[in-house]
C-alpha cells in the first residue's frame, strides 16, 4: 500500500495522527490504508456503519473538512466512533479516522474546556494540510503568535495572574476563529493558529489584525485590569515542504515583530 506522502509527513502523521488514513481517488474509491483491515478499490462509504454512509459527501469536499463523527467499521462488521478529517489532493482526498478518545486536550483541562487544540494534534494539523493540493485556489496559513506583556504582569501581578491572562486570551482567540481555524498554546507565552481558506497573505493578515483589536481589550483581575498585546507572525504554507521549514518562516515572522514593537503583524515572505 502507498500513499503519496513525504518521508517528514509521514513521520509526523504516524507519531500525532490517530489511527487510520486512507488516500481516496476522485470518484471516491480508496486507493490505499494505513492498515490492513479494510479493502483496496472499494468506495470509502463502504468503510463505514450503513447508517453513516450517506454522510460521505460532506467528508468528500473540495476543501479541508472535518471532524465528521462517524462510525468505521472493523474487520467484525462493528462500528467504531471516529472523528473523521479529509484534506482535497490534485486527484482525490486524504483522509483520516482518528480515535475519539485520544483526540485534542485532556479532558477537563482549560484548554479542552476554551476549546483549544494541543501541540500534537496541531503539528498533525500543519503536516496533514502540507499534503493537500486544493482545489478552492485558497490558501492556508500558520500564524505564530508571542505575548508580549505576560513577563511584566507575571512580575506585577503573580504567576496565577499570568496563567489567567493566558486562559483569557486563548478564549477570545478561539471565539474570534472561524469554523475550521484551530489554536494551540505551545510555548509559555506562544500560539500558534491555523486559518484555513485565506484568499491570500494580505487577508491572513486582516484576520490576524481584526482578532488584535478583540484581544487587546482590558482583562479584569483581582488585582486590576490589564491589557496583553501580541505580536504576529504570518505565512501560507505550500505543498512539498517540511512542517519544520513552516514553523521556522513563521516564527522567524514572529520574532522580526517581537523586534518591531508591540502589536506588531509581520509576513514571511515580506509584503
Known amino acids: 500500500m ?7 509527513e509521514r513521520a509526523v502523521i504516524s507519531a500525532r495522527a490517530g489511527d487510520v488514513h ?10 490505499s490504508w494505513s492498515d490492513d483491515l479494510h479493502p483496496i478499490g472499494l468506495p470509502l462509504a463502504q468503510a463505514l456503519v450503513e447508517d453513516d454512509r450517506r454522510l460521505i459527501g460532506a ?28 484534506v482535497p489532493r490534485a486527484s482525490g482526498w486524504l483522509v483520516e479516522f482518528r480515535d475519539v478518545r485520544t483526540l485534542g486536550p485532556a479532558a477537563g483541562s482549560p484548554e479542552h474546556a476554551a476549546g ?40 506585577q501581578h503573580g504567576g496565577a495572574a499570568a496563567a489567567e491572562v493566558v486562559d483569557v486570551i486563548t478564549g477570545r482567540m478561539s471565539d474570534a476563529l472561524r469554523s475550521g481555524d484551530l489554536v494551540a498554546r505551545i ?57 519544520d521549514s513552516v514553523l521556522d518562516r513563521s516564527e522567524g515572522a514572529l520574532d522580526l515583530a517581537v523586534s518591531a514593537g508591540p502589536g506588531r503583524v509581520i509576513t514571511s515572505p515580506p509584503l
Not at 60 to 81: F, I, K, M, Y
Not at 130 to 150: F, H, I, N, Q, Y
Request: aromatic share 2%; proline share 4%; charged share 20%.
Open 59 to 86: 467528508v468528500l469536499a473540495n476543501e479541508p473538512t472535518g471532524p465528521h463523527w462517524l462510525r468505521l467499521r472493523d474487520s467484525a462488521g462493528h462500528g467504531r466512533w471516529m472523528a473523521v478529517f479529509a
Open 116 to 155: 483549544i487544540a494541543d501541540r500534537d494534534q496541531m503539528l498533525n494539523e500543519v503536516a496533514w494540510l502540507l499534503s493537500a493540493t486544493p482545489r478552492t485556489g485558497k490558501e492556508t496559513a500558520v500564524v505564530t503568535c508571542a505575548l508580549t506583556d505576560l513577563d511584566v504582569i507575571s512580575l
Open 22 to 31: 486512507a488516500d481516496v481517488a476522485a470518484d471516491g474509491t480508496v486507493l
Open 187 to 243: 510555548d509559555v507565552d506562544r500560539l500558534l493558529v491555523i486559518l484555513r481558506g485565506v484568499h491570500d497573505l494580505p487577508g491572513a493578515v486582516s484576520v490576524m489584525e481584526r482578532m488584535q483589536e478583540s484581544l487587546a481589550e482590558p482583562i479584569g483581575l483581582s488585582s486590576g485590569d490589564v491589557v496583553q498585546n501580541i505580536c504576529v507572525g504570518v505565512t501560507l504554507i505550500s505543498r512539498g515542504e517540511s512542517v
Open 2 to 8: 502507498h500513499i503519496d506522502l513525504s518521508a517528514d
